[in-house]
């Protein structure tokens, strides 16, 4: 194939990418945009390799093809017959959304026009070396449980234009499902609260006709949720300076937010609480979590038992609470997994979705898990006697309130020399328990 055939092809496959930008715009359905989306990578990825070829070979001695795209008869011939002469093909801010976002694979929906410009402006600001904010209600890929509307940043690769390859392949996952299951509240502004819980209601008794009445008053008690502060800090090549702005911060958002889930995911389990802390599940006040109805030490290793134990212990006299949750480290559903029965197969039946799932056995009931690095395995030899390991109970129960936007700063002195850009970024949060017997956590005996 000569070098006008090849730039023949490649006007075919840009009028093709227009004809998709184009549809972008006036577009609103998910699976649509998501599908076009595919569809201009891989235009994409086709269009860099022709233009790599077509760069190798010697010009023609005749013209190349017409500059403008939809006067070329060609592309004419590929946006429909019934395309005028003279068309233009999509411009303004909302093909540039689509040109940064859709084309690169960062954004899973059409982005409005404010909401372009504002992240454009942001990207502009952070490579000024200016402090940008993220209010939370902006970030849903922090908090999905968050009930906000705002731009979903969900992307889990970075796109460049680059010969050979443009994808950053990201590592595994890094942070705990955990997050996305408590109840995260905004408050903005706020610097703590306290909240109230029911211990038990009050129950009639037998009176006698113009007797007293006996006081059957409920229960209530209170958790105090304090404000702490979640810094983090990372470093990237400044080779991403060279992302169009609004790709750039995302890019720079994504690594904040995997940063702080990263913490939260921790902290949710093991905050120790007090000034300047998250009240974590395993440190949460007696008062919410009485150690003798809600610390069991009975579970010496996970056998046929242990989920028989877990489920028949929580909650109240009057039910068996379904739905519930078994907070574990990934060592531990190993463990689960390698339980037999009499006859030497796999006792407890285990379906995976990544960082959640269920545990169940034939003929029994099935309960949800979510692993957490940071619960200490009680299958392994190297934990203390005396640890918390597990926690059962419903993760919507710990509450997690958000009193501050996220400031995301940059300095490019630190590793000037290697070419490094450094990032911090920090944000006020609180956390516990606020459901009283909330949680089971099994205490490694």
């Known amino acids: ?62 013209p190349a093809p017409n500059p403008n795209p939809a006067n070329d008869p060609i592309v004419r011939s590929a946006l429909g ?4 002469t003279g068309q233009q093909t999509p411009q303004g801010p909302l093909s540039n959304v689509a040109a940064a976002t859709y084309g690169l694979g960062i954004n899973q929906r059409n982005i409005e ?17 200016k402090p940008v904010i993220f209010l939370p209600q902006e970030l849903r890929g922090l908090f999905p449980s968050m009930e906000q509307r705002a731009v979903t940043i969900a992307s889990q690769s970075v796109v460049t234009e680059q010969k050979y390859s443009n994808i950053l392949q990201p590592w595994f996952k890094q942070v705990s499902g955990l997050v996305d299951l408590v109840n995260v509240i905004p408050l903005q502004g706020g610097v703590g609260y306290t909240q109230g819980f029911e211990i038990q209601s009050g129950e009639a008794q037998y009176t006698a006709e113009g007797a007293v009445y006996t006081e059957s008053d409920p229960q209530f008690g209170y958790v105090s949720i304090g404000m702490a502060k979640l810094a983090s800090y990372t470093e990237i090549t400044d080779e991403m300076l060279k992302l169009p702005n ?3 911060q995302n890019y720079v958002a994504q690594q904040m937010i995997t940063s702080i889930k990263k913490q939260l995911g921790a902290q949710i389990l093991l905050g120790a609480g007090g000034t300047n802390q998250l009240t974590g599940i395993f440190s949460a006040p007696a008062n919410v979590m009485p150690t003798a109805d809600c610390d069991i030490t009975t579970i010496t290793a996970i056998d046929e038992n242990t989920l028989d134990t877990l489920v028949m212990t929580y909650g109240g006299d009057e039910a068996v609470e379904g739905g519930q949750w078994l907070i574990l480290n990934k060592a531990d559903l190993a463990a689960f997994a390698a339980v037999r ?29 979510v692993i957490n690095s940071g619960a200490p395995a009680l299958s392994s030899a190297n934990t203390p006697s005396g640890t918390y390991t597990m926690a059962y109970g419903s993760p919507s129960v710990y509450e997690l309130p958000v009193f501050s936007p996220i400031e995301v700063m940059e300095s490019r002195d630190f590793k000037f020399s290697s070419g490094q850009l450094a990032y911090r970024a920090s944000m006020y ?3 516990n328990v606020t459901k009283y017997k909330g949680f089971l956590r099994v205490k490694k005996p």
Request: proline residues 3%; negative net charge; hydrophobic residues 30%.
């Open 1 to 62: 194939m000569n070098k006008k055939a090849l730039l023949e092809l490649i006007a075919k496959k840009e009028a093709r990418k227009q004809e998709l930008l184009g549809k972008v715009e006036g577009s609103n359905n998910v699976e649509e945009l998501r599908s076009i989306n595919t569809e201009l990578q891989t235009l994409n990825a086709e269009i860099t390799e022709l233009r790599s070829i077509a760069d190798s070979l010697p010009d023609d001695p005749t």
């Open 81 to 84: 017959a019934s395309a005028p």
């Open 113 to 129: 026009k404010e909401e372009f410009e504002k992240a454009e402006q942001r990207g502009a600001d952070l490579k000024a070396k």
């Open 246 to 248: 609004v790709d750039y």
């Open 341 to 369: 029965a009499t006859t030497g197969q796999k006792l407890y039946n285990i379906t995976l979705n990544g960082q959640t799932g269920t545990i169940s056995s034939d003929r029994s009931y099935s309960v949800n898990f």
């Open 429 to 431: 949060a609180g956390g």
